[in-house]
């Protein structure tokens, strides 16, 4: 069964923030590759486990060590998002980072590896390019969240995020209606408003935020204010983290960084539920979802996803395909450049159909 003679030893990694179905995934490869009688191993902690001085190492995977793990939330071979072999960051955290990818390279075939299975988003797929370009026979699967990667209609994580934001839309729902206030949940989604549009949408919010589109706080308000004539008397507002008002800015935060800072989005919900309080007098109140959009179990679609996914890899492997990522162009799962996957942002089609059914609902995108 063995199509490309000259494979017999494959690795797999995962890079940058996890999703859920990073597991799923890993299942689906070895299972695959083992099936076409190679030897798999996995790069732990993204890149660090090809660097002799950083934990972890490179590490055997056979039938045991995926059993059972399809329907596991993270990743068995852990992930890093500060693992870029282009700029390592230096261990004491102070000194400039480091460009160590000669050193992946130079250890990827010291290890006689034949081909490198890059589960990554956006981040760790332009890395697996570089490093593609550098001569590693490298196919990548879209991962994150987000669902924000180009050239693939689905990203795996992204309806389990949605999923999770979806129920807690619903259980905002019945405690915004008994006190009759305004709910601002803020969901993750970088600078794309997939999750937002999705489980706004699904979870029935009234007004929806997300980076395409523009708001002004006064025709949000305008929403709530509405629904109050009409005795609704709450109201639900979904704010992706990269929404921004017309002529305005995205809302930054600071998160720890070992002992410094790093700055994330973050802050648009209890920003614009301020403003929400102050315009229309209305009770109101934000919480943020943050990492539980990333954690837990993928839901059926998101393991289906992630094993099609992790299958189709090992068959570009295996057709010497390298350079590309799989991607879901519906029903099927095709191989595309990688550079086709990062030609920019996958943005919401401001006029697209389910924007469109949103609007056609009333929901509002405060525009
Ligand atoms: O890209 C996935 C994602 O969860 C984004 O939605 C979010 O903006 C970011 O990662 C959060 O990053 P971190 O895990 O570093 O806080």
């Not at 060590?65 to 960051?89: E, Q, S």
């Not at 992204?158 to 619903?170: K, M």
């Amino acid at each position: 069964m063995n199509e490309t003679p000259s494979i017999r030893r494959v690795a797999i990694n995962t890079g940058g923030g996890d999703a859920p179905g990073l597991n799923a995934v890993i299942r689906a490869v070895v299972l695959a590759s083992i099936h076409r009688g190679w030897e798999v191993f996995g790069i732990e902690n993204g890149y660090g486990g090809l660097l002799a001085d950083e934990p972890g190492g490179l590490t055997p995977l056979g039938r045991e060590d995926v059993r059972g793990i399809t329907h596991r939330g993270g990743t068995i071979l852990g992930t890093t998002n500060r693992g870029n072999p282009f700029a390592w960051p230096a261990s004491d955290g102070g000194a400039e980072p480091r460009d160590r990818s000669d050193e992946i390279v130079a250890r990827f075939r010291e290890l006689e590896l034949d081909a490198l299975l890059a589960i990554g988003g956006d981040g760790s797929l332009h890395i697996a390019r570089r490093l593609s370009e550098k001569g590693l026979p490298i196919v990548g699967i879209p991962k994150t969240i987000d669902n924000d990667l180009c050239a693939t209609s689905l990203t795996f994580g992204f309806l389990t995020a949605v999923e999770t934001a979806t129920d807690a839309i619903g259980k905002l729902h019945s405690t915004a209606e008994s006190h009759r206030r305004v709910l601002v949940v803020e969901v993750m989604g970088r600078d794309a408003g997939w999750i937002a549009l999705f489980s706004g949408l699904a979870g029935s919010a009234d007004v929806i935020l997300i980076p395409e589109i523009p708001y002004d706080i006064a025709s949000v308000c305008a929403k709530i204010e509405e629904r109050e004539a009409a005795g609704r008397g709450f109201s639900i507002v979904c704010a992706a983290e990269g929404a921004m008002p017309t002529g305005g800015d995205v809302v930054m935060k600071t998160v720890p960084r070992g002992s410094g800072e790093q700055i994330r989005l973050g802050g648009i919900g209890a920003q614009v539920a301020r403003q929400i309080a102050d315009r229309t007098g209305k009770e109101t109140r934000s919480l943020v979802l943050g990492h539980l959009q990333r954690g837990g179990a993928p839901i059926s679609y998101d393991r289906v996803m992630s094993l099609r996914f992790g299958a189709a890899a090992v068959r570009c492997v295996a057709r010497g395909d390298f350079g590309t990522m799989v991607a879901l162009d519906p029903p099927e799962v095709h191989a595309v450049p990688l550079e086709e996957a990062l030609r920019g942002v996958k943005k919401v089609p401001v006029d697209g159909d389910t924007v469109l059914a949103a609007r056609a609902l009333g929901v509002s995108f405060g525009d």
